[in-house]
């Protein structure tokens, strides 16, 4: 007897290996195309411009958030990004390393919690400890390889998401473990809480999770209300205190949450924006076509939104019965809607991204796979004679289905990442299928910008611009800003300096508490630029030094100040801007080509070639650099060589 419990025991191990093996592999190869996908959308103020992520130590300097960037109050968040920082710099395989990891832990955590569940459930006895495995492999592989989770994982701001959900599961997972073991119960319900904790770090959905865990408690374990409470007493004060810490933080305005750019929408409006979303990241599971990066979804009236909020509110009638019953149906609806109420309830300036279904599609896959399985055995059940082919079409007929889906789904999200290789790859893609999302043309135009296609940028952001102006109260300030200062950027690269001149001022003339100071900062040395091409050098001159009292900071403000002094014949300030510019950006271009031409100039021609190498070090093609290597060496040439 012991033989056979040793031998049971073995297969279990072999089985666990395999699938935690099989998840590993799957997912880093799905994800394995997106180690270079580059910095876009927020990401250029979240890691870029954020000066709080350049030194990790003391290591709780890093959790200070500067206030301008868009994870405010999220510290655990920026502690991880001034790890990456500490790796690999503005290189970005390691912020897309870490993700990948984090998807990775989040998909093993699942199987782990579903695993666990269903070993722990009388109704699946009869699959034993190796079944209960494979099931809880095919949810956690469906889950982690569907292409709806790509922007929580290689969209790296989105690590807010991601690594919430990775402490969210760590919670359940915890407490599970603590409630099957008598001798650790105590150490595991700690642990859950400590995953709270870092989880409040990331981003404030984590709040659904103490309501959730009661829910699962008292629907799989069957106690009393008085007796769940009881059983975990610990547990349940911890995350009650984690909770309440939580929500005075948000209420004092300390999270990003409570810092939301000015929007549109009445509390009553954006609720009415929120049923045709909830159908479409619904749809978005069943069939994931169309992902885009961002929706740009504008307000839905009363009329086009009845029918979505009547399927809404059955959907929502139906868990609450379900709940009511302790049948597992009806917590996996209530998952999903509870993880999605922060941000379907509380008016957000975006109605709709994808990176909030990272957590709710959970439950919609296990149901549908729970809803296979059913139709598997009523099949098998209805056509097949004997138990025992029965049984064998039930395993074949698993097996192909999940190696089917597997496939569909692990090359669906290697294609959808895709996308990401290059800013301009990926907006062009949401600009075709949202062609109206007045912001996806802007940032599209600014990726074209970026490559160095300005005509072609034009036109997008004219575009942009366009839509943006006609739905002016559908668009947050910010947004204005940001097209205005790409325009006048675009003209300035065409050497329109009068048009760049009107557009930046036209970016200074918004006023919103929402625009961050590297923002203005930004717009306030364009416009010294535009303004020293048309002559205006004192005016010029004012905005290059506001921009730097703004923003001290700001390596691009520097270097462009130095550029300016250095062609007023002023190579001492020059050189000044140029080096505080090198000590925040050891690799800018600009700094290290204005620093070289000053050394030229000055007849200090080893140090001259030492930041022209350093240009060509970081552009290879740079023609300008090369060419002053060239000078170089013509200048250091004894007079009678040839």
Known sequence: MSKERDVAASNRRHINLLCISLLIILIAAAYSNTLKAPFIFDDQVNIVDNMSIRHIWPPWSAFHVSPDTGITGRPFINFTLAVNYAISGDHVWSYHALNIIIHILAALTLWGIIRRTLANADKF??????????????????????????????????????????????????????????????????????????????????????????????????????????????????????????????????????????????????????????????????????????????????????????????????????????????????????????????PLPDVAFEHRMYLPSIAIIILIISDLYKLGLFTSERFIPGADAQQAFLEKASQYTLLLLVLALAISTYTRNLYYQTDVSIWADNVIKRPLNGRAQNNLGNALYKAGKPVDALRHLQQGIHLMESQHAKVPPRAMVTAYINMGLTYLKLGEWKTAEYYLRKSLQIESNNVSTRTRARAHTNLGIALSMLGKNDEARLHFRQALSLDPDYADGHANYGVFAYMRGNPKDAVEHFQKALDLQPGHRDANYGMGMVMYQQRRYREARIYFQNVVAVKTNDVDARNMLIELDKAERPSGDH
């Open 125 to 346: 006895d009869r699959y034993g400890a190796s079944g209960t495995a494979w099931i809880a492999l095919c949810c956690a592989l469906l889950w982690a390889l569907h292409p709806l989770q790509t922007q929580a994982v290689t969209y790296l701001s989105q690590r807010c998401e991601s690594l919430m959900g990775l402490f969210f599961l760590m919670i359940f997972y915890c407490a599970i473990r603590g409630w099957q073991s008598t001798a650790h119960k105590r150490s595991w319900h700690l642990l859950a809480i400590l995953s709270f904790i870092l989880g409040a770090g990331c981003k404030e959905v984590i709040a659904a999770a103490p309501v959730l865990l009661f829910l699962f408690d008292w629907v799989f374990n069957k106690n009393s209300l008085k007796a769940t409470f009881k059983s975990s007493s610990l547990l349940y004060a911890g995350l009650a205190s984690g909770l309440v810490a939580e929500f005075l933080l948000i209420a004092a305005g300390g999270t990003s949450a409570a810092a939301t750019d000015n929007h549109p929408f009445t509390l009553t409006g954006y609720w009415l924006t929120q049923p045709p979303v909830i159908l479409h990241y619904i749809r978005l599971v069943f069939w994931p076509s169309s992902l885009v990066l961002d929706y740009g979804m504008d307000f839905t009236g009363m009329i086009e939104t009845w029918p979505s909020l009547f399927i809404v509110i059955v959907l929502i009638i139906v868990s609450l019965w379900l709940l009511l019953k302790r049948k597992p149906a009806g917590f996996l609806m209530a998952w999903f809607f509870i993880i999605l109420a922060p941000t379907s309830l509380y």
